[in-house]
């Protein structure tokens, strides 16, 4: 292959390098990370009858308030279950006290597992590490050739 043809194959091959990882870098950065939710309002609630918070699959550090934003509610209020399944997806499960009588809209804030959060650390860590040996391979790539190449004679080293 000639210079010319060597040079042009390394370009294409760091251009779409740095295309897909940028989706990669994307992806994992969306699947690492928990999302903060505020205000997120449940219709009329009923005593007793189960609604659902979809687009999460698990809520922590939850606060309740009643419609208007006046009032917290207590944790004797309501149950919480994550990782629920309804109609075919992951979901958090809010289901209101039977024994007092409930009436309003809720507004729920917290800290959520989006449905493609790694709940694992470890899984956390090593789809991090993938994005960064990516990146490496990147660089030896456009590098490995212009080494190869003897720059470093022509310079004096």
Partial sequence: MSGIGIFMGIFVLVIVGIALFQASAQNIGEASDLTAIANQSI???V???AQFLTNMRSLSSIVVMNETGTRILTAANYTFTNNVINEGALSVRVVPSADINHTNAWRISGTAQPLTYIDDSGARSV????IIFFALAIGVVALVPVLRSGVMNMVGK
């Fill in 127 to 130: 789809a991090s590490l993938i």
């Fill in 43 to 45: 219709a009329a609630v």
């Fill in 47 to 49: 005593n007793d009858t």
